[in-house]
Every structure is written in structure tokens, then in C-alpha cells.
T-cell receptor
Framework: GQQLNQSPQSMFIQEGEDVSMNCTSS?????WLWYKQDPGEGPVLLIA?????ELTSNGRLTAQFGITRKDSFLNISASIPSDVGIYFC???????????FGTGTRLKVLA | ETGVTQTPRHLVMGMTNKKSLKCEQH?????MYWYKQSAKKPLELMFV???????ENNSVPSRFSPECPNSSHLFLHLHTLQPEDSALYLC????????????FGPGTRLTVL
């Protein structure tokens, strides 16, 4: 079946550092979504991407839809303690229109 | 607050119990979803409803029974569950069309004893 490889699985960074994470797929997607999930809560949508090559920002967050349509990355600049959480990517399959989710990147920020 | 609410937030049940999870969306969306989230696994899609009609059942055991009485409400009826069914159950909604981001509720943490 389809798989989304999300990396890294976890990151420990110092406050103020920049963060980069990515997702790669074995198949083409027509939409990429990035979510953040806090403990005990549901995922919250951060950024949505709809076109290959699209670069979108939301405050300190920037995400890009890879030109091959098989990958996406999320960058967080100048991390702060409240950035702690699990970040998920989700890609929408062009054939089934279902979203496939990555396994998440667990981010911990050291003050 | 994402506009999707779920109750209860926590549920502990025995294997012989019957319980129901409730989801309500206040976003005017026409599609609703149930997902299962287990530790260290990707989100697993269980059921999809479009305009109250079930359009997807992802090989979910019959001990999980969904119900969608209208486009704003979604239920998941549970009976004779197994301990391995313990997980976070997430409801989501979307507006089907060109831009169809899914918005999630806070989830119900289910523990089956």
C-alpha cells in the first residue's frame, strides 16, 4: 500500500534554532497538508499546499510542495517552547482522493 | 477550537460494554470521517461519510458501527471491543471540492479493559 516516509522521527533542538522536516511518498499527491498535534488533542491544520512548487508561509512556518509532487517539507524558524508537539504531513492521493498520513515528527525544544 | 467537537474526551470500557462516541462539526462541511490513532502508527482511516452517506469502510471490524444522522453529527457505536482497540479516536470534517482540508476534533481516548 501507499506509504509516507516522514523524517526525522524526533528532534531535540535549542530554543531559537530553525527546524526542518520532510515527507516523501512513493506516489504522486495533489495536496499536501501539515498538522501539529499537542498531547491529548487532535491535529491542528498548519498549512495546506495545492500546487507543485508552491511555497506557503504561516508566521514562522514555511512549507513547500515538492516539484515532483512526491515530497513536501516544513520549516520552523526561531523555534520557541510552544512549538513542542508532533508534526504530521498528509498527502492526498490523486486516484482515490484519500489522505495518507505520515508517522509524525516529534519535536522537543530545550529552553 | 477547530469547530469540531467530540464527546466524551476519555472513555474506559470493558469488553462486554456498549458505548458510543459522538462528533459534531460547526463548519458547514459535507463530509465527516472517523480515524484511529495508535501509538507510533500513522492515522488509520476507518469510515467516511459524504452528505450523510457512507462512502468508505476501510475493512473495519463490525464491532465498530458508525452512524451519520445528518451532515453535522457523526457517531461511532462500540460493542464487544478488544484491548487492542484502545487508541485515540479522531473525528474530522471537510468540505468536499477543490480545497478539502480536513479539520480534526480533539479526539476520544478509549481504553478497553
Amino acid at each position: 500500500g501507499q506509504q509516507l516516509n516522514q523524517s526525522p522521527q524526533s528532534m531535540f533542538i535549542q530554543e531559537g534554532e530553525d527546524v526542518s522536516m520532510n515527507c516523501t511518498s512513493s506516489s504522486i499527491f495533489n495536496t499536501w497538508l501539515w498538522y501539529k498535534q499537542d498531547p491529548g488533542e487532535g491535529p491542528v491544520l498548519l498549512i495546506a499546499l495545492y500546487k507543485a512548487g508552491e511555497l506557503t508561509s504561516n508566521g514562522r512556518l514555511t512549507a513547500q510542495f515538492g516539484i515532483t509532487r512526491k515530497d513536501s517539507f516544513l520549516n520552523i524558524s526561531a523555534s520557541i517552547p510552544s512549538d513542542v508537539g508532533i508534526y504530521f504531513c498528509a498527502g492526498r492521493d490523486t486516484g482515490t482522493y484519500k489522505y495518507i498520513f505520515g508517522t509524525g515528527t516529534r519535536l522537543k525544544v530545550l529552553a | 477550537e477547530t469547530g469540531v467537537t467530540q464527546t466524551p474526551r476519555h472513555l474506559v470500557m470493558g469488553m462486554t460494554n456498549k458505548k458510543s462516541l459522538k462528533c459534531e462539526q460547526h463548519l458547514g462541511h459535507n463530509a465527516m470521517y472517523w480515524y484511529k490513532q495508535s501509538a507510533k502508527k500513522p492515522l488509520e482511516l476507518m469510515f467516511v461519510y459524504n452528505f450523510k452517506e457512507q462512502t468508505e469502510n476501510n475493512s473495519v471490524p463490525s464491532r465498530f458501527s458508525p452512524e451519520c444522522p445528518n451532515s453535522s453529527h457523526l457517531f461511532l457505536h462500540l460493542h464487544t471491543l478488544q484491548p487492542e482497540d484502545s487508541a485515540l479516536y479522531l473525528c474530522a470534517s471537510s468540505q468536499e471540492g477543490q480545497y478539502n482540508e480536513q479539520f480534526f476534533g480533539p479526539g476520544t481516548r478509549l481504553t478497553v479493559l
